[in-house]
């Protein structure tokens, strides 16, 4: 779920005079957001979108694609350790936190309503406090029981650590056999589940961390292709669009559920991800991509919050069930702008200015040392 822009460049991307896609990968943005709105749709009516589960290994493949075209050349430079992680807190933990928010403030509200009582208040305030921590929670089989899908976002900075600490240190041959040992880890694994909607609960750790070390080195495999010195738009940018919209929308029934899932995180998202970095889209929809793509992290963070409310209305008042699916996710992606405008952007901007001046100030402790 990660932007190629860094703060600067989505502060512009709202206030300046430049198209807001100019400089990003407009196709991986835009991909980016249709598998958001998949995921959310997922959740919401599985029956809309049988496979949007799959749009978490996509996110990792791209993942590790953005970050080591950002970030391998900065560590060869001497980047450590802490500041890329504090870098990354800065671009995951405030939308993470939205989402925590929003969540808990639903299930008190179910608690107290009797909607839903399974979880006791101790759990949700204990869980809620881990949980704000980017931590998983002990006290539920769920790592996170009050937002699921932020599970990902959990492995997301485990992958990131192992990024810096031994992914960036290792050959191309070496991220192979990494991404080849976790597919011989994931494969029966999801052979044995009959699907590949794994990694929201403790047990299934192992599997979870091998599906997202897989397509996160997948990801990095290709940045460390040659790449293109211009992306020309085309027609090949759109299509990459409608593939990643078909992929998770789609139920063919001439393969097995394990079958296609296989196919979609270790093939298909990978060679999605390796196109949708070489073109892009014409000016006709690169907006609409730009769009899709800035407010889908804020989309994945907050939709859990949205869904039961919404649920209200397609499954007791029994509303046109298409009808809903456009009302939601129209009202996750108001959500998510209203975020990414009023909360994300500018907290961002003021962490990241901290965290220069930071390093601007050890650099100057450096440079005065004998």
């Not at 460390?224 to 085309?234: A, F, I, V, Y």
């Not at 039961?308 to 996710?329: G, I, Q, S, T, W």
Request: with cysteine; net charge positive.
């Amino acid at each position: 779920m990660n932007g190629p822009a860094s703060v600067s460049d989505a502060a512009r991307a709202w206030q300046g005079p430049r198209p807001p896609w100019h400089g990003r990968y407009v196709t991986l943005d835009g991909m980016r957001g249709i598998a958001a709105l998949a995921v959310a749709l997922f959740h919401f009516n599985i029956s809309q979108a049988p496979h949007g589960y799959v749009a978490v290994d996509f996110f990792f493949a791209l993942s590790g694609f953005v970050l080591a075209t950002s970030y391998l050349p900065r560590w060869q430079a001497g980047m450590g350790t802490g500041e890329f992680m504090l870098k990354r807190l800065v671009r995951l933990y405030p939308l993470f936190l939205v989402g925590v928010v929003l969540t808990t403030t639903v299930g008190l509200a179910r608690l107290y309503s009797g909607g839903d009582t399974s979880l006791s208040l101790r759990t949700i305030l204990v869980s809620t406090g881990i949980n704000a921590a980017m931590l998983p929670s002990p006290l539920t089989n769920t790592l996170f029981p009050l937002n699921v899908p932020a599970w990902s976002l959990f492995y997301e900075l485990v992958a990131n650590f192992a990024m810096i600490v031994l992914l960036f240190r290792l050959p191309r041959i070496g991220i192979a056999v990494v991404c080849a040992l976790s597919a011989w880890w994931f494969v029966p694994a999801v052979l044995e589940n009959g699907s590949g909607n794994i990694g929201a609960v403790w047990h299934e750790w192992p599997i979870a961390l091998a599906r997202t070390l897989y397509s996160f080195g997948i990801g990095m495999l290709i940045a460390r292709m040659p790449q293109p010195e211009h992306r020309p738009s085309s027609w090949v940018g759109v299509a990459c669009l409608v593939a990643i919209a078909a992929m998770l929308m789609a139920d063919p029934h001439f393969l097995s559920t394990t079958a296609y899932d296989l196919a979609c995180a270790l093939l298909i998202s990978p060679l999605l991800v390796w196109c949708g970095s070489r073109v892009e889209p014409s000016r006709r929809f690169a907006r609409a991509a730009w769009f899709v793509g800035e407010v889908s992290f804020a989309l994945y963070a907050v939709h859990w919050a949205v869904i039961e409310p919404m649920r209200y209305f397609k499954d007791d008042l029994h509303y046109n069930a298409v009808l809903m699916a456009f009302v939601f996710l129209g009202a996750c992606l108001a959500i998510a702008w209203l975020c990414v405008r009023w909360i994300d952007v500018p907290a961002r901007t003021l962490l990241g200015g901290i965290l220069r001046r930071r390093e601007k100030a050890q650099r100057l402790r450096h440079a005065a040392l004998p």
